[in-house]
């Protein structure tokens, strides 16, 4: 386990004595298996959604997992009415598919599943109807499907999805070994997110680092000793910042 303990980014959440929330969780802190359903990403055509698909299916090859790509359109971009505009819709994903890259998953573990609607909202019901292990999607701009630009779901999905959320940033260069980054505000730990970021980095062999939101030292110093026992063997490389 790799430490930059000194370095972390000054916040306003100071003022809540932090200690007296953290330690009671330190008695109680385990690293959970990565889920048995399937990864699900949403896409809309975007260079960011590529990007996203791609981490999501070496996501998903690393953990033996199928993986779900979904998209959202709006009945109303195609004629022919609804059943023609969700073949249609199903039809423009498995073109754009074709291009990339799904980390040596058959076809037989991709499966496309489209819904009309806003992307957020129905990236949710996706995520709950599939029982995604993970809901994955991007953070760019408008894609080429569709109008529906999947960065601006962001709040939603965190907010509401019944599954676990990654949102995978920027739209070009190599992605499956890129760092995981967790933030954590330790005036309102969620020590679920820390322990699900260290299962994905375990999973994907990636780097971690956690972000550190606070002006108070002493609030490092008790999460530091959170991170350490989530700390394994075939763990990742892990900075504090």
Known sequence: MKMAGSKYTPGSAGQIPVQELLVPLLDDVSLPEFGPGPILVGVDGSKSAARACSWAAALAAAAGRSLIVAHAYSVGDFRGGPDVAAQSSRDEVARWLTAIETG?????QVEIIVASGDAGSALVRMAMASNASLLVHGAGHVGAISQHGLGRTTQHTTFRSPSPV???RGSGGPVAKAPLVVGIDPADLNVAAISWSFALARVLGSPLEVVVVSDDAKAVDIVER???????PDGPIVELY
Do not use: D, K, T
């Not at 040596?104 to 037989?108: A, D, F, H, K, W």
């Not at 959170?226 to 394994?232: A, C, G, M, P, S």
């Open 104 to 108: 040596g998953l058959s076809e037989q």
């Open 166 to 168: 990654a949102v995978v």
């Open 226 to 232: 959170l991170l350490e026992q989530l700390v394994r």
